[in-house]
């Protein structure tokens, strides 16, 4: 599972399905937005509001075709809290799923306010799409669409 | 437990509203200070524990024989890596909400009762029971999460990376807890409890193995029943109690009585009274806690103690100061 800031996907597979899990009771709400870079320009596409809540965990479906997503960033700020006032820390995750496989994970482990302090936590980070090469793709056929 | 993060400074005026919004006016005793009659009051309170919770124990405000204690309380499910999957796991799952609410204590104290020994003393207390515990109040938990979503002037760029993160104060989650903190006040419901603890004493204050002794032993029930909007609440407990001090060698008994409180939104006034089997009496008390100062809860108690050297018997005015460790932490 790679970790860094780039998600790769397959432009042939079914749509992408970002999913949020924050545990310990600890709460978060989040928004996300597709941003696509348009004549050197990056323009806001969709827009997602993600609550945690009870279950500890949402997700949403990114409406835009995988084969028109690479190079698309998708970024989020999310704020949360410890509900439990005897917990002080909890696991964060993000995974971008494709037709059942993830494709991209981001996790973290952070230390969280209480919510009952009146304070909370605000982190963020971003991802950039990319497309699979297909393996079954032989060299041959590359030099065949290059000519 | 001390933690840190970084977090932005509080505005001006924040600490003097900080205590009105906690939850911590119905924290339970400490059972490690229980079991070294260190509690203001006799009989104790059933609730969920609230906080992480530091005590100090000292009756220097009268000008009386000082003896200065500390007590630690901690959850240690969540203390040595156990885990939660989330809030509806707490709500659904019985042995997960009895794992997170268990209370591990540890306390010392100088006692005038011995005066070249440092007390020391364990104990743990289980909630069997509670039907007021905050976690199941849903409407706080919409609210949480409706101060949690972000603002339209918080969408994050295409480059975002705040990755590392910073605590900053949100004003709906304080008013969230106000409305909250009524709620509660004005629930009528109940609680039980369940707790041990053991005391030692490490004789010329030295902690050799052989200078090591335990001399008592504790277990106790306790239960709690809120009224509801008249804000009064009434406790019952039966202790059984194991002694071995220079004054009660092998005694042990039951400890029993019933405890009426009357909870304000600053001050709770408390009246008890209890039968001591071991001593064939029946004594009173008085008890007043006041939340006047961020982190700090004033008390005083007027109780009848037994000087465990001489046996006499005295209405001892006790005043002292509980410090929550975590709101110290602001």
């Not at chain 1, 899990?21 to 709400?29: C, H, K, P």
């Not at chain 1, 009870?54 to 690479?70: Q, R, Y």
């Not at chain 2, 515990?133 to 969408?155: K, M, R, S, V």
Request: net charge negative; hydrophobic share 35%.
């Amino acid at each position: 599972m790679p970790k860094s800031n780039y998600c790769l996907i397959d432009p042939d597979g079914g749509a992408l399905k970002v999913k949020v899990t924050a545990n310990n009771g600890i709460r978060s709400g989040s928004i996300f937005i597709l941003w696509e870079l348009q004549n050197g320009k990056w323009e806001k596409k969709e827009k997602f509001n993600v609550i945690t809540g009870d279950d500890g965990v949402d997700e949403f479906i990114l409406l835009e075709k995988p084969s028109d997503i690479e190079n698309d960033s998708l970024a989020w700020s999310i704020n949360a809290c410890s509900m439990i006032n005897r917990v002080e820390r909890g696991e964060f995750n993000i995974t971008v799923i494709q037709d059942e496989e993830k494709r991209w994970t981001k996790e973290s482990s952070r230390l969280v306010p209480k919510c009952s302090d009146g304070k909370q936590l605000k982190f963020g980070n971003h991802v950039i799409f990319k497309h699979l090469i297909n393996e079954n793709f032989s060299t041959s056929d590359l030099w065949k669409d290059t000519e | 437990m001390l933690t840190g993060y970084s977090q932005d400074s509080d505005q001006a005026g924040d600490n003097q509203e900080a205590y009105s919004f906690k939850l911590d006016y119905n924290v339970p005793e400490s059972p490690a200070f229980a079991v070294l009659d260190a509690n203001p009051t006799t009989i104790m309170r059933a609730s969920t524990p609230q906080e992480i919770i530091t005590q100090l124990a000292s009756n220097f405000l009268s000008g009386n024989e000082v003896s200065p204690g500390l007590a630690f309380d901690f959850n240690p499910y969540f203390t040595f890596g156990g885990r939660l999957k989330s809030v509806k796991e707490y709500r659904n799952s019985y042995g997960k909400r009895f794992l997170a609410n268990l209370q591990l204590s540890f306390a010392t104290i100088n006692s005038m009762d011995f005066p070249d020994d440092l007390l020391f003393s364990g104990g743990i207390r289980a909630t069997l029971f509670d039907s007021k515990d905050l976690i199941f109040d849903e409407q706080l938990g919409q609210d949480i999460d409706n101060a949690l979503l972000p603002n339209d002037t918080d969408e994050p760029g295409p480059m975002n990376s705040d990755d590392q993160g910073t605590v900053v104060d949100n004003p709906a989650l304080k008013e969230a807890y106000i409305n909250a903190k009524t709620r509660y006040m004005e629930k009528a419901g109940g609680s039980l409890a369940l707790g041990y603890a053991i005391a030692g004493r490490a004789r010329d204050n030295s902690f050799k193995t052989d200078s090591i002794v335990t001399y008592r032993h504790q277990a106790w029930l306790v239960g709690q029943y809120d009224l509801g909007k008249s804000g009064m609440s009434i406790n019952g407990m039966v202790m059984y109690r194991y002694d071995q001090t220079p004054q009660t060698t092998d005694n042990n008994g039951l400890i029993s009585g019933i405890a009426l409180r009357k909870y304000g939104r600053k001050l709770i006034l408390s009246a008890e009274i209890y039968h001591d089997s071991m001593k064939k009496s029946i004594d009173f008390g008085g008890y007043a806690e006041a939340y006047l100062i961020p982190s700090i809860t004033l008390f005083v108690s007027l109780k009848k103690e037994t000087n465990a050297i001489t046996g006499n018997e005295d209405v001892i005015l006790k005043p002292g100061i509980k410090w929550n460790f975590s709101q110290a932490k602001k």
